[in-house]
């Protein structure tokens, strides 16, 4: 607050704080941006458990401690920003989540505008400042963006950070996707009489009648065995996404998962990107770094084109699920475009549209878009990534 005032008045409010803090116990450390709660905590470890929590006895302590919280993560100043200071600021925005819950969707905005304020070549260039960085989506983002910039040791580097997020990332998600299968069971297989596929529950009610009291035994004449053959029909996963300059978190992010689902038996997982163009990354989708590489992420859309290219993808329409990614801002092709999905869901294709996957569950669609998908029994599901996580694996299961 007293930064919103004079210089006399400043110094007036400042010394208030600095004896209302010494009166509560707190080092006057809280009260400089300069210092962050690593260092903090550093210096004074028995504050740890105050900043994790702050829900102490004394409410004005622990006014004080968000009030460091705050300080630290939304007085970002001005001006370029070194990668120090970046690695600073995500370590005190991991505190504030951790201690009040802090809007991740905010949080991603002001580290991106802190990104945008770096001088990335040259810290790229760099390899002791570029250790420096942490790979988060903004990050990612402006290294994608800057990519056809970069050459030498600054695309090494940057290109090793892309690997890190991504492999981060598809730990995170393929914890999520493993336990999916593809296909259902055909019970017109015998079951395999192995002792692992052994249905022992089935077995016990069904010998019950060969109980014996005296024995205080239970006689088998009869083992019964799960069934475990499946299908052998593999199902096809379209994946379409927009990568215009709204919608790079979901490039990213459906990059990955598309790769993990083509990991999986009896998945055919074929992924098209576009803007004004589209391009078929399928050949390329078991390794999602290699296919971010070479995306070109910005510039507006044009969803016929995309759709003009998966269309021919649909062979068993009833065994394919395509899933859309898109804030569906089509303009003058919103119609054609349309057009093109009621077709491929009228011939039996399973379309899921989704406004776009990222970690905090936003997503702005299209209106005309989101209330047509309605009326053709589609919805438009949450951008949170679980939602498509848990409808794929719906389908193929």
């Not at 949080?107 to 260039?125: I, K, Q, S, T, Y």
């Not at 800057?146 to 998600?173: F, P, T």
């Not at 209330?371 to 193929?396: A, C, M, Y």
Request: glycine share 6%; hydrophobic share 45%; with cysteine.
């Amino acid at each position: 607050m007293a930064r919103l005032f004079g210089a006399e008045e400043q110094a007036a409010l400042e010394s208030a704080s600095l004896a209302v803090v010494e009166d509560i116990g707190l080092p006057a450390a809280v009260l400089d941006p300069g210092i962050s709660v690593d260092n903090l905590v550093q210096r004074f470890p028995e504050l740890a458990a105050e900043l994790r929590t702050l829900d102490g006895p004394d409410q004005v302590r622990n006014a004080a401690l968000v009030s460091k919280l705050l300080l630290n993560v939304f007085g970002t100043g001005s001006g370029t920003v070194t990668a120090t200071q970046l690695a600073g600021w995500k370590s005190d925005a991991g505190w504030l989540e951790q201690a009040v819950g802090a809007d991740s969707g905010q949080l991603a905005e002001m580290e991106g505008d802190l990104v945008r304020r770096m001088h990335l070549r040259e810290v790229l260039a760099d390899p002791s400042l570029a250790k420096q960085l942490t790979p988060s989506m903004s990050l990612v983002e402006q290294l994608l963006r800057d990519k056809a910039n970069l050459s030498g040791v600054a695309l090494a580097n940057a290109k090793a950070l892309i690997r890190r997020y991504v492999d981060e990332v598809a730990q995170v998600l393929r914890t999520q996707v493993e336990k999916a299968t593809a296909g259902e069971i055909d019970r017109s297989i015998p079951p395999k009489r192995v002792f692992s596929n052994l249905d022992l529950d089935r077995t016990i009610w069904k010998n019950l009648t060969n109980w014996s009291p005296d024995d205080q035994k239970l006689y088998v004449d009869r083992l019964f065995y799960k069934q475990t053959a499946r299908r052998t029909t593999p199902a096809r996963l379209i994946v379409v996404v927009d990568q215009s300059g709204s919608m790079v978190d979901s490039m990213v992010n459906c990059t990955i998962l598309a790769s993990i689902f083509a990991g999986l038996p009896r998945v055919d997982v074929h992924l098209i990107a576009y803007d004004t163009r589209a391009i078929d990354l399928t050949p390329w989708v078991h390794d999602p770094f290699e296919v971010l590489l070479r995306t070109k992420l910005g510039g507006g859309n044009d969803g016929p084109v995309a759709m003009a290219m998966a269309q021919p993808k649909i062979a068993d329409p009833r065994n394919t699920v395509m899933v859309w990614i898109s804030d569906f801002y089509e303009f003058d092709r919103s119609q054609p475009l349309f057009d093109g999905i009621t077709a491929v869901h009228r011939s039996g294709v399973r379309f899921i549209p989704v406004g776009s996957v990222n970690s905090s569950g936003q997503a702005e669609v299209n209106p005309w878009f989101r209330q047509r998908f309605k009326d053709l029994g589609t919805p438009v599901i949450s951008g949170h990534i679980n939602k498509l996580v848990h409808e794929l694996k719906n389908f193929l299961t």
